[in-house]
């Protein structure tokens, strides 16, 4: 399998000659697996468009584009580059994409799709003359992708339903965990609180550490885990429920779960490129925190496993 990064970015787009050596796009992966390097992609955000005229100017004259497009959530900074991806306006293209939807009133399609409304954008999604599937997915420990490629996926921790993917082929995983946080207790947990329930309290710490473990279980082994950490453990205590992890936590975890390389991913807009050098320069020494291999994401890098 081979993993380059088109998109590292969090939230919204942020170019710039501050954000130009990590890149300032939005969540976009590309996977390709086994001999016929067949075109896995995870999330279309901003990063897509880019990969989008890759492909038009490298795959495209040795046949129809296919791909596979997994979105980890429907937020914005996650489709957002969906209809500036040139491949489904050619007509050959056959493109099948996955995801979870939090509303079941609304079909992936819909959620995607709507914002191709002349409303929002020139072109409206039934205008697209290549062949687009719409697939929702759940939570589930096996689906067969066929050709030996293999994948699970796991609900996160996000304000909406958000799933990680752990994709299995030739005894390699890579493995995506974002965008998450930790599992907490929700319930309270100060004895002096006139609501305060021991009974509850108790329960609620023990169902957060048991989801927490059960998350590590996921990306347990990974030769690559591409995890959250748009934060620092300080910066997070000010945004918890935001639905993002500190970069302590994500290392914390990976090391815990035998993760060979751990990717930072999915950083804050704000996050300069000097600023990014220097926790690279804290966290990435090897084997400062552990025996797992890190590193920050940067768009363009590529990694064969």
């Not at 050959?92 to 939090?102: N, R």
């Not at 710490?205 to 885990?225: K, P, S, Y």
């Not at 000010?238 to 035998?258: C, D, L, P, Q």
Request: proline content about 6%; charged content about 25%; some cysteine.
């Amino acid at each position: 399998m081979k993993v380059r990064f088109w998109g590292v970015r969090g939230s919204i787009p942020s170019p710039g000659l501050i954000t130009g050596k990590y890149g300032g796009n939005t969540a976009c992966i590309e996977l390709r697996v086994g001999p016929d390097d067949r075109l896995i992609i995870i999330d279309a955000g901003s990063g897509i468009r880019p990969l989008g005229n890759a492909l038009m100017t490298n795959d495209l004259s040795d046949g129809p584009i296919k791909a596979d497009i997994f979105l980890s959530h429907t937020h914005w900074d996650h489709i957002m580059g969906y209809p500036f991806f040139t491949p489904i306006y050619v007509p050959t293209t056959e493109v099948k994409i996955y995801g979870p939807v939090t509303f079941e009133d609304d079909p992936l399609e819909a959620v995607v799709g709507g914002q191709m409304k002349y409303r929002y954008f020139p072109i409206n999604v039934g205008e697209l003359s290549s062949n687009i599937e719409f697939i929702r997915l759940k939570e589930d420990p096996f689906f067969d992708l066929g050709n030996g490629l293999k994948l699970s996926t796991k609900l996160l921790n996000h304000p909406i339903s958000s799933l990680g993917y752990r994709f299995e082929y030739d005894g390699k995983v890579v493995c995506t965990c974002y965008d998450t946080e930790p599992f907490r207790n929700l319930f309270i947990t100060d004895p002096e609180d006139p609501s305060y329930d021991e009974a509850m309290a108790l329960e609620g710490e023990e169902v957060a550490t048991e989801q927490n473990m059960v998350v590590e279980e996921f990306f347990a082994g990974a030769d690559l885990l591409i995890h959250d950490a748009q934060y620092t453990e300080e910066e997070y205590s000010a945004r918890v429920n935001w639905g993002h992890t500190s970069i302590e936590y994500a290392i914390a975890a990976a090391n815990r779960a035998g993760v060979k390389k751990l990717a930072l991913f999915h950083h804050d807009p704000d996050r300069t490129d000097e600023q990014l050098d220097e926790l690279a320069e804290k966290y990435c020494q090897p084997g400062k925190f552990g025996d797992t291999e890190l590193f920050f994401a940067r768009e363009g890098m590529v990694l064969s496993l």
